[in-house]
Nanobody, 117 residues
Framework: QVQLVESGGGLVQPGGSLRLSCAASTTRFAAYQMAWYRQTPGHQREMVAKISPGSNPEYADSVKARFTIWRDHAKNASFLDMNNLRPEDTAVYYC???????????WGQGIQVTVSS
């Protein structure tokens, strides 16, 4: 199973920016779809952004034009650049790795992002 370690969360003011990083412990990183999800208390985990093995991104409507997902195959890592952050972006963010042919999925431990003045 792939081990995923997130970093880069924290407290930021509205309108600010953060970069989340997800390091994956696998030599088959290129075969995995990478994604970021988020969850707030009392709500289901929701997909924020995902990127295919071929680096095609998809975004939730709520973050389009503000967030950018990308991956670095040399570093076995995926990233989420978050700009123009809003208080409603406050959540625990989770990194996800999914290998469709092998039907294998892994989750990171989650990292807190708080947007507040």
């Amino acid at each position: 199973q792939v081990q995923l370690v997130e970093s880069g969360g924290g407290l930021v003011q509205p309108g600010g920016s953060l970069r989340l990083s997800c390091a994956a412990s696998t030599t088959r990183f290129a075969a995995y779809q990478m994604a970021w999800y988020r969850q707030t208390p009392g709500h289901q985990r929701e997909m924020v952004a995902k990127i295919s093995p071929g680096s095609n991104p998809e975004y939730a409507d709520s973050v389009k034009a503000r967030f950018t997902i990308w991956r670095d195959h040399a570093k076995n890592a995926s990233f989420l650049d978050m700009n123009n952050l809003r208080p409603e972006d406050t959540a625990v963010y989770y990194c996800n790795a999914f290998n469709l042919p092998m039907n294998r999925e892994s989750w990171g431990q989650g990292i807190q992002v708080t947007v507040s003045s």
